[in-house]
């Protein structure tokens, strides 16, 4: 019977935390060289509905997922004009991202409301995937989770092991230093924005190919948001953004569970259990805000001019 349970609840728990990976991931190296993208949420619905509707049309699944990638990294570039090149407000550009994703992606998907997808097939390991528990737990997802996976592991490989993954973090730290030693400040942060667009599209792809392989309005159900807390709860750190998307998969997944056996609890209350968990999380990170600045990228937020 525990068996019976916890298998469901672990394989669900990867499933959920996967989009979540996909969009922390890439606002995290965004934000290790300084930049702050708040609209992962509107880069996500984007990424979905351009997924769906490539999909849609036909095209294989990885056609699709390279669309949605493509269309994030555009949105995304989006707000770099605007926030880097033009120096407005980073908070305000990304929010203003959020606005227009959401709008974009109803306009594009009114006439998907009907339709659905046939779901990515999961890949069987011969042995490994037979295994009990451990099996259907870890070797029977789709090839979209293993790359969130493989893509955290090379971001942290990138960041901590390469020369380029050390620019990027001193970028992030002081772009003046970083501009004075003859490093393109405004377009590293460009590249590095447009990496975050397209890991947030690639996430949204997730929802419509894997997750849930049909067409909702505002379906990332606040995803992104998530995704941006997940980052600072992970202090910026690859390895601690798979534990962080773990726990609010868990969470998730959970609560599914809980209204399926019929937990004489209201469905609503269930439902808002991951964001509370966020609200949770991001209290009792603040707490300790000395611990958010030594992690925090120093530059974080700020415009930048290059002096000289």
Do not use: C
Not at 121 to 130: E, G, M, Q, R, T
């Amino acid at each position: 019977m525990i068996e019976h349970l916890l298998v469901p609840i672990l394989s669900g728990t990867i499933v959920a935390a996967t989009p979540l990976i996909y969009a922390a991931i890439g606002e995290l190296v965004a934000e290790r060289s300084g930049v702050v993208n708040l609209g992962v949420e509107g880069i996500m619905l984007i990424g979905t509905v351009t997924a769906f509707a490539v999909a849609f049309a036909g095209y294989p699944a990885f056609v699709a997922g390279l669309a949605a990638a493509g269309a994030g990294a555009l949105a995304s570039l989006v707000f770099a004009v605007l926030a880097l090149s033009l120096a407005t407000n980073q908070y305000a550009a990304g929010l203003a991202l959020t606005i227009l994703g959401s709008g974009l992606s109803a306009f594009i998907g009114h006439n998907f409301g009907s339709a659905s997808l046939k779901t990515i097939a999961k890949i069987h390991v011969p042995i490994l995937s037979d295994l009990p528990v451990i099996g259907p737990v870890l070797f029977a997802h789709d090839a979209m989770t293993y790359l969130a996976l493989a893509i955290t592991a090379a971001v942290w490989w990138f960041l901590y092991r390469t020369k380029a993954g050390l620019v990027v973090r001193i970028v992030g730290e002081a772009p003046q230093s970083a501009h004075a030693i003859g490093y393109p400040v405004i377009f590293i942060r460009y590249l590095t924005t447009m990496f975050g667009g397209s890991m947030a599209g690639l996430g949204g792809a997730y929802l419509a190919l894997a997750y849930t392989p049909l067409w909702v309005e505002n379906m990332t159900a606040g995803r992104g948001w998530i995704a941006l807390a997940l980052v600072v709860f992970a202090a910026w750190r690859p390895g601690r953004v798979l534990l962080g998307a773990w726990l609010f998969g868990g969470v998730t997944v959970l609560q599914l569970f809980a209204q399926g056996i019929g937990i004489k609890v209201p469905s609503e209350l269930l439902s808002s259990l991951p964001y509370i968990a966020t609200i949770i999380v991001l209290v009792a990170i603040s707490r300790n805000p000395q611990t958010l600045r030594l992690n925090a990228p120093v530059s974080l937020g700020q415009s930048f001019r290059p002096q000289g």
